[in-house]
């Protein structure tokens, strides 16, 4: 079964502080990776995805496929990242579907 | 503006009262998906349409129909609302750049 863990609920740190935020999956084939986020009162956008090897607002994520896991990181955090963070595995990869299976979520909280 | 529009974004229903959730897109998506949201649960996704003419379960298409009415539009279907369906729903519609959501429906269910 797919299925993708993520292991922190809830997440704080200082201003300043680096952050990683942990995914794990574990899928059949070599799925497409995704990080989404929802800030407070707003939709879903995306984040990342690992085929483009983009940095995002200072964030990147590595794919690291002998231990599954895709996680998220950001050397010094800042207080507009305090949101929820979705990571999300797409087992369509190549095609034109893309059914993602959404962790739970990691609730992350910057203080100042 | 391009984008998912949800339609409504708030709405209370009794249990056994049916109702329909709108989605359209105006990006020229094929592909077309409903999720729900529940604290603790992530998202989940209830149907999709990978075409016009097109629907799928996902994996908790329980109590749900969908319809994907045309390329633009994707309908959800709630035929007798149960308080287990009290949720936040997600529509998004999906091309190679990945996923676009629309900003959700908040339902009760009492």
């Known amino acids: 079964a797919q299925r993708v863990t993520q292991p922190e609920k809830l997440l704080s740190v200082f201003k300043g502080a680096p952050v990683e935020l942990k995914c794990n999956y574990s899928?059949?084939?070599?799925?497409?990776l995704f990080w989404y986020v929802q800030y407070s009162r707003q939709r879903l956008q995306l984040l990342l995805r690992?085929?483009s090897r983009e940095s995002i607002k200072g964030f990147t994520a590595d794919l690291n496929k002998g231990e599954t896991s895709f996680h998220l990181k950001k050397p010094f955090a800042q207080e507009e990242d305090s949101a929820m963070y979705y990571c999300?595995?797409?087992?369509?990869?190549?095609?034109?579907?893309?059914?993602?299976?959404f962790g739970r979520g990691t609730q992350l909280t910057v203080w100042p | 503006n391009a984008g998912v529009t949800q339609t409504p974004k708030f709405q209370v229903l009794k249990t056994g009262q049916s109702m329909t959730l709108q989605c359209a897109q105006d990006m020229n998506h094929n592909s077309m998906y409903w999720y729900r949201q529940d604290p603790g649960m992530g998202l989940r996704l209830i149907y999709y349409s990978a075409s016009e003419g097109t629907t799928d379960k996902g994996e908790v298409p329980n109590g749900y129909n969908v319809s994907r009415l045309n390329k633009r539009e994707f309908s959800l279907r709630l035929e007798s609302a149960a308080p287990s369906q009290t949720s936040v729903y997600f529509c998004a519609s999906f091309s190679d750049y990945g996923y676009t959501f629309g900003s959700g429906t908040r339902l009760t269910v009492v």
């Open positions: 999300a595995p797409s087992a369509d990869r190549g095609s034109t579907l893309g059914r993602l299976y």
């Open positions: 690992h085929i």
């Open positions: 899928y059949s084939g070599s799925p497409e």
